[in-house]
T-cell receptor, first 116, second 111 residues
Framework: GAVVSQHPSRVICKSGTSVKIECRSLDFQATTMFWYRQFPKKSLMLMATSNEGSKATYEQGVEKDKFLINHASLTLSTLTVTSAHPEDSSFYIC????????????FGPGTRLTVT | GEDVEQSLFLSVREGDSSVINCTYTDSSSTYLYWYKQEPGAGLQLLTYIFSNMDMKQDQRLTVLLNKKDKHLSLRIADTQTGDSAIYFCAETNTGGFKTIFGAGTRLFVKA
């Protein structure tokens, strides 16, 4: 149990376009979902925390108008990178938690975004 | 703010034990975790320990926690080539709303 999927696994887009990444908890209800960005050889940087039905809480330095997060249901959260630029190229990973906090998180396989 | 630190690389021979170390600064840490990340993949939870425990063993994995020194270690017995990956140490504080990750230790297992 506790499987989290992400779609797409890889995406290439042109500068100025928007890209949507989906994160789904397949066999449990996720009260909280997290979005991380991982730079090469670096740790995960938490971008935002989202709870179903409420606005996401963004970490300091993360532009909420650029990285739109929608937690539409207890099994789905989406991250939309708007007006993407090459510097947005990265590995984006979501995780989901049954509880309201960041206790045990189940991670998706990640999405590799390349902006050309 | 809270910080979690790990050494970046570890190289061992197949069959030897691996010990990956981690230090953290948050004295209110409640849960401490070890995650494994294989190339191009997300993170897989390996094991976790509550802050009121000193040790936890799970098959080839042994976690040791020294709360006084804020030091956490992961020992992998009989390390195999399939254990080659990046291992992340992470902690969640009492509030439980945020998990802080270390930068990850890249484990190389030589055949």
């Amino acid at each position: 149990g506790a499987v989290v999927s992400q779609h797409p696994s890889r995406v290439i887009c042109k500068s100025g376009t928007s890209v949507k990444i989906e994160c789904r908890s397949l066999d449990f209800q996720a009260t909280t979902m997290f979005w991380y960005r991982q730079f090469p050889k670096k740790s995960l940087m938490l971008m935002a925390t989202s709870n179903e039905g409420s606005k996401a809480t963004y970490e300091q330095g993360v532009e909420k108008d650029k990285f739109l997060i929608n937690h539409a249901s207890l099994t789905l959260s989406t991250l939309t990178v708007t007006s993407a630029h090459p510097e947005d190229s990265s590995f984006y990973i979501c995780s989901a938690s049954r509880g309201a906090g960041g206790g045990e998180q189940y991670f998706g396989p990640g999405t590799r975004l390349t902006v050309t | 703010g809270e910080d979690v630190e790990q050494s970046l690389f570890l190289s061992v021979r197949e069959g030897d034990s691996s010990v990956i170390n981690c230090t953290y600064t948050d004295s209110s840490s409640t849960y401490l975790y070890w995650y494994k990340q294989e190339p191009g993949a997300g993170l897989q939870l390996l094991t976790y320990i509550f802050s009121n425990m000193d040790m936890k063993q799970d098959q080839r994995l042994t976690v040791l926690l020294n709360k006084k020194d804020k030091h956490l270690s992961l020992r992998i017995a009989d390390t195999q080539t399939g254990d080659s990956a990046i291992y992340f140490c992470a902690e969640t504080n009492t509030g439980g709303f945020k998990t802080i990750f270390g930068a990850g230790t890249r484990l190389f297992v030589k055949a």
